[in-house]
């Protein structure tokens, strides 16, 4: 399970809309416990680049940072299914894709493995 603070899912959100028709992506931080994750903030990765198809970053640029859980990209398409290149770029632990119109029931989680996993957003 994934839990997201409701502020944090308000900026990616406003992100994804502004990105619109280009994918953007950001970093997600957080803790873990277990299979329990809970993401209290998001980053803009450095010379993270968004196009119609596809979003990334250059991992090699980023500090080694072990408070990063994953990744969350947008797909303005609406399909929230991982593209083959989403898993074989995969960064952390899990994977966010956020479809039109960028509301809570258009968002997916993923593990490394492509298995889907339940998120939802933590009203605090
Ligand atoms: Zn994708």
Redesign the pocket.
Known sequence: MIRIDKEVFKGMKALAEDNHPN?VIVLLRGKRSGDEYHITEYLIPPFGFGSKR??SFPAHMLPMDFSILGTA?S?PSGNLN??T??LHSFYGRIML?IGPPYSMDNVAAYTKQGKSIPVQVKSN
Do not use: C, G, L, Q
Request: negative net charge.
């Open positions: 994918e596809s979003a990209h797909h991982p593209s290149r989403d894709i």
